[in-house]
């Protein structure tokens, strides 16, 4: 049963959540609702090849993302939210506590109960889980260069918007915003990057500790 809960509850709660957004086709470019897609995905792979010996390294890479979506939204965009944090995560019948905290939660769970004890972990797998990040934002920016909008953004995350005045290269912190961290887009993707490095690094030393 230990293996089986988590995976549940990961593919109920997105389900929960792609069914109250299906009313908004615009947020399946986000991030937060990309990873828990892809981390629900390998969740029910797993159901169906238990022992699919790539599947935990996927499960890996879909842990840091969505370990990120859940610290970047909680301390960075859900405190901007119009009716603050509580209400950040009330939005469309609760679906977004289901993205941001539950399915994340019944992630890391899995992950680390029942995925990192039977891998087989290397240094190189923390450049794995920086390919998620990188394919989305190539595919983000991409889209923004050729005038895609997000609610007059070029991007659906403040931090990755270049239609502000500190563009690419900027600096004013002062000046942060619904739409914009007041630092330039550049910056941000460092920022980004390295943020998911770092995670993933942590993550990869505790599934070790828990194959040994």
């Known amino acids: 049963m230990k293996r089986l809960i988590p995976k549940i509850i990961v593919l109920a709660s997105t389900a929960y959540a792609v069914v109250c957004l299906a009313h908004w086709p615009l947020g399946f470019t986000f991030f937060t609702q990309l990873s828990n897609l892809y981390m629900a995905a390998v969740a029910l792979a797993q159901l169906k090849w238990p ?6 390294v996927l499960k890996y890479t879909a842990a ?16 901007l ?5 509580i209400a950040a995560y009330a939005q469309d019948h609760w679906a977004s506590l289901c993205l941001h905290v539950i399915t994340p939660a019944a992630s890391l769970i899995d992950f680390f109960l029942n995925d990192a004890p039977e891998g087989t972990w290397h240094k190189r797998h923390v450049a794995l889980a920086l390919v998620p990040p990188v394919i989305w934002l190539t595919f983000i920016l991409l889209l923004g260069a050729i005038g895609f909008r997000w609610h007059g953004m070029s991007a659906p995350y403040p931090f990755l918007n270049t239609l502000t005045p500190t563009g690419w290269f900027g600096w004013q912190p002062s000046g942060a915003s619904a739409t914009t961290m007041g630092i330039g887009v550049f910056y941000e993707i460092l920022a ?12 990869l030393a505790i599934a070790r500790r828990f194959s040994m």
């Open 51 to 56: 022992h699919g010996k790539v599947l935990p």
């Open 81 to 85: 939210m119009p009716g603050g944090i």
């Open 64 to 79: 840091v993302s969505i370990f990120v979506t859940f610290l970047v939204y909680l301390t960075i965009l859900a405190p």
């Open 192 to 203: 980004m990057i390295a943020l998911f490095e770092m995670v993933g690094r942590i993550f």
